[in-house]
């Protein structure tokens, strides 16, 4: 057989296997009868968590306390049960708010994820340390190292002794699984990837613009699921202003946006929640969810196409003034 027969073949069949694994993740995708909201299976670990992800870093804007308090317990109550948050979001509030909401017994109720965002031994300790007094815990049932934006922060993970500290922190019971989250470059999470380490989860982008322009779903999502690598969608709405590029640039509705981050082998999609009402509307949608079918995730694909190849919208993944400032000041670069 020709050479060049065969790699064509070897190529249809890894695509083959990669989109049997993906639909294997839709597959897995739960009644909400029984826990309020659908629920996946976060890759390798075999816990159930719901595909929506309440947003740390938005929780965390909200001014009253009392109001971030009250819309957690109320996305508890309606089955939406995977926080996210990261020890840097807000300087500490976000955490802080989020241990509020989950004193009382709410704790056992979630999948309680923060991030880390030292690649050192020693800090990363600190950070664990400060992460589970704000949110009032003495586990985390996911910590990720946060923002592997920059080219080396692999490697500093592995070299500083980041990694070594999970790894003892997941011994002595205070971690349970451990992942990594970017925003920034499919190959850094590639280089991640590769690292001599097994993944519980990997956090990055996912959107109607991400298929066009340094696609973390082309060249990231077929890896994790591969390797049995948990995804976590975030930016769904591609962030920016107060409602997301995709709403005020493009208008696109947001249920729309979302229904297609969830039709992509995602086990969730972190949301930003601010307000009861968009609580309510992100229950809704992810309640009814149904996955889309070609025919629709191509209309609306073909909607962005033209403003998505160039970046343009998703600036976190080319401009450092999106990273966050205390990476920018860990690579020496400045916060303004």
């Given at each position: 057989m020709p050479a060049s027969r065969r790699k064509f073949l070897q190529g249809s069949a890894t695509a083959l296997s990669a989109a049997a694994l993906a639909d294997e993740v839709l597959a897995q995708t739960s009644s909400a009868s029984a826990t309020g909201l659908p629920t996946r299976i976060l890759g390798r670990t075999g816990q159930?968590?719901?595909?929506?992800?309440?947003?740390?870093?938005?929780?965390?804007?909200?001014?009253?306390?009392?109001?971030?308090?009250?819309i957690m317990h109320a996305a508890i109550d309606e089955g939406l049960t995977f926080f996210d948050n990261a020890w840097d979001y807000h300087d500490g509030r976000s955490e802080e708010v989020m241990g509020k909401a989950l004193a009382g017994g709410k704790r056992d109720k979630v999948f309680l994820m923060?991030?880390?965002?030292?690649?050192?031994?020693?800090?990363?300790?600190r950070n664990l340390e400060d992460s589970l007094r704000r949110l009032r815990t003495d586990h985390l049932d996911l910590?990720?190292?946060?923002?592997?934006?920059?080219?080396?922060?692999?490697?500093?993970?592995?070299?500083?002794?980041?990694?070594?500290?999970?790894?003892?922190?997941?011994?002595?019971?205070?971690?349970?699984?451990?992942?990594?989250?970017?925003?920034?470059d499919p190959r850094i999470h590639l280089k991640m990837l590769a690292k001599?380490?097994?993944?519980?989860?990997?956090?990055?982008?996912?959107?109607?613009?991400?298929?066009?322009?340094?696609?973390?779903?082309?060249?990231?999502?077929?890896?994790?699921?591969?390797?049995?690598?948990?995804?976590?969608?975030?930016?769904?709405l591609a962030g920016g202003g107060t409602e997301g590029r995709l709403i005020e640039k493009l208008g696109m509705r947001a249920d729309d946006c979302y229904r297609y981050c969830l039709s992509q082998p995602v086990t969730s999609q972190v949301v930003g929640i601010t307000t009861m009402a968009q609580l309510r509307a992100d229950i809704t949608m992810a309640r009814n969810f149904k996955p889309m079918a070609a025919t629709?995730?191509?209309?609306?694909?073909?909607?962005?196409?033209?403003?998505a190849a160039d970046g343009r919208h998703e600036l976190f993944k080319s401009a450092k003034t999106y990273d966050g400032p205390h990476h920018r000041r860990q690579h020496g670069f400045d916060v303004g």
């Open positions: 159930r968590v719901s595909i929506l992800s309440l947003g740390g870093w938005h929780i965390g804007s909200v001014k009253d306390d009392n109001e971030a308090v009250r923060t991030k880390n965002c030292e690649r050192d031994y020693a800090g990363s300790l910590w990720q190292f946060h923002e592997m934006v920059y080219d080396n922060d692999p490697d500093w993970v592995f070299e500083k002794g980041g990694l070594k500290a999970a790894l003892e922190a997941k011994a002595a019971g205070k971690v349970r699984f451990i992942g990594f989250t970017g925003h920034k001599p380490f097994d993944w519980d989860s990997a956090q990055m982008p996912i959107n109607l613009l991400d298929r066009f322009y340094r696609s973390f779903q082309q060249e990231v999502v077929p890896v994790c699921l591969r390797k049995n690598v948990g995804v976590i969608g975030m930016k769904g629709e995730r191509e209309a609306l694909l073909s909607r962005v196409k033209d403003e």
